[in-house]
């Protein structure tokens, strides 16, 4: 029980990959425990009550947004359906159109020379990139999260 206070902690701290990771190992502790062949009451009382945390809301909460961000991670890692458009000495670009859209998807691959608060501040500002290349459509981000957990796709 220590363990998920904890992953909610750190999610709350902002740290959603730390508390995935905690989650993950609560899980497989209930799995050992659900396979123990014993019978022990206390096991199963206990094993009955974790799988009640793990349907708490926060919980869940860390669950769907873990794998949002894995999603999302092998999408990128993934280049199946793009189509190479520029392959330069320090980037690539590629492209895809998105189905049933006429809009594209273009992907940047590069390394960026610059101070890390540099980088941050360029990042922070990426939603407003429409205002000035009026060819890109405002990607209608939600005001009022964290950095982190805010996704624009242009």
Same mark, same amino acid.
């Given at each position: 029980m220590e363990k998920l206070?904890?992953?909610v902690q750190l999610y709350k701290e902002?740290?959603?990959?730390?508390?995935?990771?905690?989650?993950?190992?609560?899980?497989?502790? =209930?799995?050992?425990?659900l396979n123990d062949k014993t019978?022990?009451?206390?096991l199963q009382e206990t094993a009955a009550e974790l799988r009640k945390r793990l349907n708490e809301p926060e919980v869940l909460r860390i669950a769907a947004e873990s794998e949002? /961000?894995?999603?999302?991670?092998?999408? =990128?890692?993934?280049?199946?359906?793009?189509t190479l458009s520029y392959d330069g000495a320090q980037t690539k670009v590629w492209y895809r159109k998105e189905a049933g859209t006429a809009?594209?998807?273009?992907l940047v691959e590069g390394e960026i020379e610059a101070?890390?608060?540099?980088?941050?501040a360029l990042l922070y500002e990426a939603e407003f990139v429409y205002r000035t290349a009026w060819? /890109?459509?405002?990607? !209608?981000?939600?005001? !009022?999260?964290?950095?982190?957990?805010?996704?624009?796709?242009f």
């Open positions: 206070q904890r992953a902002d740290k959603l990959l730390q508390s995935a990771r905690i989650l993950e190992k609560v899980k497989d502790n =209930l799995n050992e425990l019978g022990d009451s206390d949002e /961000v894995n999603t999302l991670k092998k999408s =990128l890692e993934s280049k199946i359906g793009w809009s594209h998807s273009m101070p890390l608060l540099n980088l941050a060819f /890109v459509n405002p990607c !209608g981000c939600s005001k !009022g999260m964290r950095a982190c957990k805010t996704g624009c796709s």
